[in-house]
């Protein structure tokens, strides 16, 4: 059975710094490119970030490019993303998905997807 299950949200000032976690089970990790989306509140589900099977091709949203890194430990079945100068726009509900094959954030190419983590952003 496919899990992904997200942790690290909450809530941060703005220029903070939150590291979100997905931890993966019921496949092999390794296998799959990934992706973080986020949903704010009225606005519809976006892409924010992929990352290939081995780690060695990432992409990023234009809004978060220079201050969210994404990364995986298949060893530990994780995937992260470190999001740092946090602004109030960033927040939203995060969440992880495994991608069928490769590519970027192609939100219909995505299979499986976790049950989100808070991010709050404010003062």
């Known amino acids: 059975q496919v899990q992904l299950v997200e942790s690290g949200g909450g809530l941060v000032q703005p220029g903070g710094s939150l590291r979100l976690s997905c931890a993966a089970s019921?496949?092999?990790?390794?296998?799959?490119?990934m992706g973080w989306f986020r949903q704010a509140p009225g606005k519809e589900r976006e892409g924010v970030s992929s990352i290939s099977s081995s780690g060695g091709l990432t992409y990023y949203a234009d809004s978060v490019k220079g201050r969210f890194t994404i990364s995986r430990d298949n060893g530990k079945n994780t995937v992260y993303l470190q999001m740092n100068s946090l602004k109030a726009e960033d927040t939203a509900v995060y969440y992880c998905a495994r991608r069928r094959g490769r590519g970027g954030l192609e939100e219909t190419l995505y299979d499986y997807w976790g049950q989100g983590t808070q991010v709050t952003v404010s003062s």
């Open positions: 019921g496949f092999t990790l390794g296998y799959y490119y």
